[in-house]
């Protein structure tokens, strides 16, 4: 008996050995292909290829859901193909964050990492996608300090934009949550000048007058 546990033993033991040293020609089968393999697109990179195998994305969060923690979700639908009504309803829109509360230290990452590539660090349109007209951008994106245009543009207008995406820019609903949209939006104004003191601020002053 202990001479045949020996044999069986070392029979196993060559068995493992040679089948750990061979070489695999197979790339054998996945459990869950989709989560081995990403789906994941680069901002703005075509999604043809996942269209015509049925596949839909947009890079948006789904509809009717919000990020755990979030502020209240934009009360303003996007509009259709075609139509700009609630693209201009959406000036009536306030920020709802009080300026004094926001972080712009935070405020300015958040425009640096996501928007300034367009829009520049100094918020003059000369980012590096357009560069003085040298980038691979040929048309200068907006600029946001010492344009009227959007200096005068009302902070739900802006959010708009930002959620849905206008024009040639895409939406950045998938990399900015609705509070981060508000504090990039706060920043801007701030660089703008275009801030108002908070209610508590004016009461203070008023009360050390």
């Known amino acids: 008996m202990k ?5 069986t033993t070392g029979i196993i033991t060559v068995l493992m050995t040679s089948s750990c040293n ?10 869950m292909p989709d989560m081995r ?11 043809e290829a996942l269209t ?3 596949i839909f994305y ?3 969060p789904v509809e009717g859901t919000m990020a755990r923690g ?7 639908a996007q509009d259709k193909m075609g139509d700009t009504t609630n693209y201009f309803a959406s000036r009536q829109v306030k920020n709802p964050l009080d300026p004094d509360s926001v972080d712009m230290t935070e405020a300015e990452r958040l425009f640096l990492v996501n928007c300034a590539i367009c829009h520049g660090a100094k918020l003059d349109g000369n980012g590096p996608l357009y560069k003085g007209g040298d980038g691979p951008y040929p048309a200068k994106p907006a600029t946001l300090v010492g344009d009227a245009t959007y ?7 802006m959010f708009y934009s930002v959620k849905y995406g206008k024009n040639a820019m895409g939406s950045y609903a998938s990399q900015l949550s609705t509070k981060e949209i508000w504090m ?4 801007i104004k701030s660089k703008q000048g275009k801030l108002t003191a908070s209610p508590a601020t004016v009461a203070d002053t008023t009360k050390r007058n």
């Open 3 to 7: 001479k045949f546990l020996i044999i």
């Open 22 to 31: 061979r070489v695999r020609r197979t790339p054998g089968r996945d459990y």
């Open 37 to 47: 393999f990403s789906r994941a697109y680069e901002s703005y990179a075509s999604t």
């Open 52 to 54: 015509k195998k049925g």
């Open 58 to 60: 947009n890079a948006r």
């Open 70 to 76: 979030d502020e209240s979700p934009f009360p303003i």
């Open 151 to 157: 200096e005068n543009m009302p902070e739900g207008q």
């Open 184 to 187: 990039v939006i706060t920043y």
